[in-house]
T-cell receptor, first 110, second 117 residues
Framework: AQRVTQPEKLLSVFKGAPVELKCNYS??????LFWYVQYSRQRLQLLLR??SRESIKGFTADLNKGETSFHLKKPFAQEEDSAMYYC????????????FGQGTILTVHP | DTGVSQDPRHKITKRGQNVTFRCDPI?????LYWYRQTLGQGPEFLTY????????KSRLLSDRFSAERPKGSFSTLEIQRTEQGDSAMYLC???????????????FGPGTRLTVL
């Protein structure tokens, strides 16, 4: 069975501080990992995916297959980064259906 | 095209009543997904369509739940004999399967919030 765990329900940092949102997964094959974000009063949207290896809005995430992790990082947090962040996984014959973690609420204080 | 739309945005019903939700995906998208999200949890997969074919259903989808996607365009999710435990946000998402990529970005709708009294 596939599972995504986000151990932190809430994360608070000050503006300009580094931020790391943790994500661990369990999956027997080769997964594809995503970070989705939901800003206040907006719909869920894709932030980044591991195969793209991009930096989006200053965020990066590296897939570590040995540790089965896909942590989201940003060196200098901004107030507009405050949102709910979900780590998600798909793979195999799942037709792209996503398995989400419980989410982490990030609050960046001024 | 303003993205995935869902109707209604909010639904309050009494226990035992039937409800139906509609999802209109992005027009060229052939994949459509339904998820359910309860308070404090991430979205959970319910069912998936590729064009008009329903290819997968979660065991979360009891016999009271049925989904359709006639003609491979919009989709409906019906819940019969609603229970208080059905209270949740119901999310629809769509994506385009291309020959090059298997798992393309899913675009989510705003959701339908169901409250069962």
């Amino acid at each position: 069975a596939q599972r995504v765990t986000q151990p932190e329900k809430l994360l608070s940092v000050f503006k300009g501080a580094p931020v790391e949102l943790k994500c661990n997964y369990s999956y027997s094959g080769s997964p594809e990992l995503f970070w989705y974000v939901q800003y206040s009063r907006q719909r869920l949207q894709l932030l980044l995916r591991h195969i793209s290896r991009e930096s989006i809005k200053g965020f990066t995430a590296d897939l570590n297959k040995g540790e089965t992790s896909f942590h989201l990082k940003k060196p200098f947090a901004q107030e507009e980064d405050s949102a709910m962040y979900y780590c998600a996984l798909t793979g195999g014959t799942s037709y792209g259906k996503l398995t989400f973690g419980q989410g982490t609420i990030l609050t960046v204080h001024p | 095209d303003t993205g995935v739309s869902q109707d209604p945005r909010h639904k309050i019903t009494k226990r035992g009543q039937n409800v139906t939700f509609r999802c209109d995906p992005i027009s060229e998208h052939n994949r459509l997904y339904w998820y359910r999200q309860t308070l404090g949890q991430g979205p959970e997969f319910l069912t998936y369509f590729q064009n008009e074919a329903q290819l997968e259903k979660s065991r979360l989808l009891s016999d009271r739940f049925s989904a359709e996607r006639p003609k491979g365009s919009f989709s409906t999710l019906e819940i019969q004999r609603t229970e208080q435990g059905d209270s949740a946000m119901y999310l629809c998402a769509s994506s385009q399967r291309t020959a090059r990529e298997t798992y393309n970005e899913q675009f989510f709708g705003p959701g339908t919030r169901l409250t069962v009294l």
